[in-house]
């Protein structure tokens, strides 16, 4: 598929790795609607990504609220007029161990608000967001592109077993919706991130940051603009649908 004059929805759109696709999709002439929390860092990243010349409209948007994604993918389908492609990026971490013992006592657990918070938004709201992305891609009858952020801990990983339980769901749903959306022209995939250097690992302590990069073949973090290349690869290879590919420089979690 090509990517210019295409509507690109992209979810945590405002900052981040989502921002870095919106800008790769930018540069290649495509229109943007952004869905992010913040009013004010959507109107930041709107106003950096109209430089290039492209349409972009901005939605504030809880994904784990069923009524709000229903709501937002309506109203981009009455602006855009179509909906191509959806980035499904928005997450949090609300990272804990399942449990801690010291001194011969469960000292604290895991809890049920810190497991579901993080299930709401990493995996409900990449359901429900695929779910309303798909029901105008077949309405439009035009097909389109899913791609379902996921981690290379969906493995598992340890402090993240919330995280992990939602990046292996995400893995799991893009491959049953390859096979039921293909009928329709629609592609899905997932991109299965490493540590990749953001404002969040450039204040890591230095020996913690150079633990993460000593585990990593490549010798280095990766970069937003590695990813948001992957993204634009999926994109417009036409045989690419239900497989998951992990950009994480050779780390194994």
Known sequence: MEIKNKTVVITGGAQG?????????????ANL????????????????LETHGVTVRTYVANV?????????FNAIQTDFGNVTVLINNAGILRDGM?????????????????????IDVNLTGVF??????AVKMVENGQ????INMSSVARAGNMGQTNYSAAKAGVVAMTTSWAKELGRYG????????GVIRT???????????????????????????????TAKYIIENDFFTGRVIEIDGGIRL
Do not use: N, W
């Not at 429900?128 to 992305?133: D, I, P, S």
């Open 64 to 72: 784990a609220v069923e009524s709000d994604v229903e709501a937002v």
């Open 199 to 229: 404002s969040m690992t450039d204040a890591m302590k230095p020996e913690a940051k150079e633990r993460l990069v000593a585990m990593k073949p490549v010798g280095r973090l990766g970069e937003a603009e590695e990813i948001a290349h």
């Open 128 to 133: 429900l967001c695929g779910r309303e992305a």
């Open 143 to 146: 097909g389109g592109v899913i």
């Open 98 to 118: 399942l449990l801690k013992y010291k001194d011969g006592a469960i000292s604290a657990k895991m809890s049920l608000q810190q497991f579901q918070s993080v």
């Open 186 to 193: 629609i592609r899905v995939g997932a991109i299965a991130p």
């Open 17 to 29: 790795l989502g921002f870095a696709m919106a800008i790769e999709m930018a540069k290649h002439g």
């Open 33 to 48: 609607a952004l869905i992010d929390m913040q009013e004010s860092v959507l109107a930041e990243a709107k106003t950096t």
